[in-house]
């Protein structure tokens, strides 16, 4: 087994398989239709794939994949409440399903069923294996508590905003890298830089996310262009442009972010226009290709599997949208 | 050392040393809140007396003692945004003190801490340190999931009830024991057993805790006599009033569980006239005696320090008021 694809059916197939009690169904049902709700399963997928490039067996770091993946969807229900988002891939959330109570304790336990499951790991590599986990785990919810801190803050600068979404995305991927390949046997040093890659291309891929808002084509985007901009999110986007603005600038771009009523496509083509004026694109490919560049770089470093190492440069080609 | 004092002094000490960030203070200010407001630290003790009955050391099963101690605090933060509680202890709750946003991440980090502890356990016993403990944690949240649907429900059967307060507060006293008799290298039947007497004594003690709302002496119970009652909550007192009852008595404790506008006194002072009628305070001693003898003949089977097993007799009679 070579392809990503493989590995991301074995994946879709054994998540699928994962059972759990029917009763306290309230319990459990949720979880079911939580992991039922697909993705891309690229958390274990990239598990998998970096235990078998340093040399590791699927079935050493099968059960810690699946792990990572419960908890990346643990973390979104959980974050579903505390944003009150009525959707998720475009079905309703749990809490706008059942009701939050159900949507707090279904997480919890699914939280421990991605433990009980990253406890599968290879016992030589167990302790190893879970501090690597824990440590992203609480960095994720560290990354949510400022990423809401955030919303009530007007002075947030720009290392504090990209350390917020290298803990709230990207750390949970370089986890994934990292663990998987101690569960395939790799020396520290290894495990490490794959950390790092995984980590770097995750900011990269999130600032990818925050451009897309505002310069992404519509038909390929999932979400609505310029939701961010409406709901006045800060990104690297915003955060740049007040940052670079001049007095004029930043007067016009704060009566955009200040004013209650307005016309959504007027905000968004006019803050759009603000940016377009301050070079924000630019600037914003400049620092998303900073982190994907020392992604490659972290990987270019280490002893790996020339097959592996070239799926995974194909995967973080592809979610950089910069495959041809 | 030998003795619980000692130990508790010791739990209480090195749980008030547990260190956390500062910052998001959002995210690390409530568990901070948490853990000092206080309480028995019994899991823990539990814990260290069960390692160093089996001849184990402190310092086997330290780190896993504050691992439960954790834990049970999470389930009590999440439990409390569940049921709306203003208080615990005294004191504003996590989620009536901030908002219940935070009360939800902070206590994920709790859960994960509270793993990060229990995987210090003794590399070669951990695997089954963890299952131990996620097993309970995972029969907490069900426990929690199942109470919850009982309010909904007017069909609860006596079994189903002991089932849910085993699962929701026994077992973790049970795999309190268990994982520090297995930290102190205890083999699986003494663990086993170590399992059955706390949980046991789990049921027994929540058994009590259901008859001193309505028999208990006013100065020495910490809670309101008859709050049971007055909220209507199913007991092991109601459900066993209504399993005996003749259709006239069942009637009339129906009526008293229906009615909207009623006296307070009058209400806890009429269903107790009933509960006499039936006999139920003996019926509930006596199903507590049977779980606390068994628990007791659990303890005895054991091969245990004697120094020990006389401390878990002594705290278990205590827990019971049995103490003369």
């Known amino acids: 087994m070579t392809d990503l ?13 994962l059972s759990f009690p029917q009763h306290p169904c309230d319990l459990y049902d949720p979880i079911r239709y939580t992991l039922g709700l697909g993705g891309k399963r690229m958390r274990p997928a990239l598990v998998v794939l970096s235990c078998l490039g340093v040399g590791g067996k699927l079935e050493d770091a099968l059960k810690p994949a699946l792990g990572v993946e419960v908890f990346h969807n643990f973390t979104l229900l959980h974050d579903d409440i505390m944003d009150d988002a009525p959707l998720r891939r475009n079905k309703a959330t749990v809490h706008a ?17 991605a433990f009980r499951l990253i406890s599968e790991a290879p016992g030589h590599v167990l302790k190893r294996v879970i501090d690597v986990f ?117 007067k016009a771009l704060e009566q955009w972010y200040a004013s209650k009523d307005f016309d959504e496509l007027n905000k968004v083509n006019s803050v759009r226009a603000l940016f377009d004026d301050l070079n924000i694109r630019h600037e914003t490919e400049q620092m998303m290709d900073q982190f994907f560049l020392e992604a490659l770089q972290n ?26």
Request: aromatic residues 8%; negative net charge.
């Open 5 to 17: 694809r493989q590995i991301q059916a074995i994946i879709a197939r054994e998540t699928e398989a």
């Open 97 to 113: 399903k059942w009701n939050a109570n159900i949507a707090i304790l279904s997480g919890d336990v699914m939280f421990a069923e």
């Open 134 to 250: 824990l440590k992203a785990a609480i960095e994720v919810c560290e990354g949510q508590q400022w990423d809401m801190d955030f919303e009530l803050r007007s002075d947030v600068s720009i290392d504090e905003y990209l350390n917020m979404i290298r803990m709230k995305t990207a750390v949970l991927l370089g986890a994934s890298l990292e663990l998987g390949a101690l569960c395939g046997g790799a020396d520290n040093e290894t495990a490490s830089k794959l950390y790092a890659f995984g980590t770097n291309l995750g900011i990269a891929f999130q600032l990818q996310d925050d451009l897309l808002d505002v310069y992404g084509d519509p038909d390929k985007f999932g979400k609505r262009v310029g939701g961010d901009i409406v709901s006045n999110k800060k990104t690297y986007l915003k955060l740049k442009a007040l940052e670079l603005a001049d007095n004029e600038a930043r």
């Open 299 to 324: 990987l270019e470093a280490i002893t790996f599997d020339a097959v592996y190492k070239n799926e995974l440069i194909h995967m973080a080609a592809a979610l950089m949208q910069r495959e041809s």
